[in-house]
Nanobody
C-alpha cells in the first residue's frame, strides 16, 4: 500500500529554483525516513538529502549543502525538496524514497546510513529536472 509520487520537476535556467514534492501514502512520516536521490545521465544514482522520521532531523551531502532544503508537512503527508541556484550539473531524474525507521533511533543516523547504502525500500517513479539556458 506504500506509494510515493514525485512532482515539480521541469526545465529551468541556471540560477533558477524548483520545489519538488513527494506525496506519500500508506505510511506515517513519523515512522519513516525519507530520502531524496538523483540520477544524472551517465552517472550512478546518488543520495542528496534525507529527513528522519522520529524527529525530522535533516542531512545533506556537501555538494548540495546551502542550495537544497528538505522539509515535510506531516498533516499532508508531503515531503519537499527546495532547490535554489540550480546549476547544469543538477540535471537529473530526482527520486524520493522511504524506509521504516526503528523507533529507538534519533537524529539522522538511520536515514543517512540507508541513504549511502541505497537501501531504501520504497521508491517513487522520479521527476525530471533539466537545467539549461
Amino acid at each position: 500500500q506504500v506509494q510515493l509520487v514525485e512532482s515539480g520537476g521541469g526545465l529551468v535556467q541556471p540560477g533558477g529554483s524548483l520545489r519538488l514534492s513527494c506525496a506519500a501514502s500508506g505510511l506515517s512520516l513519523d515512522d519513516y525516513a525519507i530520502g531524496w536521490f538523483r540520477r544524472a545521465p551517465g552517472k550512478e544514482r546518488e543520495g542528496v538529502s534525507c529527513i528522519s522520521g522520529g524527529d525530522g532531523s535533516t542531512y545533506y551531502v556537501d555538494s548540495v549543502k546551502g542550495r537544497f532544503t528538505i522539509s515535510r508537512d506531516k498533516a499532508k503527508n508531503l515531503v519537499y525538496l527546495q532547490i535554489n541556484n540550480l546549476k547544469p550539473e543538477d540535471t537529473a531524474v530526482y527520486y524520493c524514497a522511504a524506509d521504516r525507521e526503528p523507533s529507538h533511533y534519533s537524529g539522522t543516523y538511520y536515514c543517512t546510513f540507508r541513504l549511502t547504502r541505497n537501501e531504501y525500500r520504497y521508491w517513487g517513479q522520479g521527476t525530471q529536472v533539466t537545467v539549461s539556458s
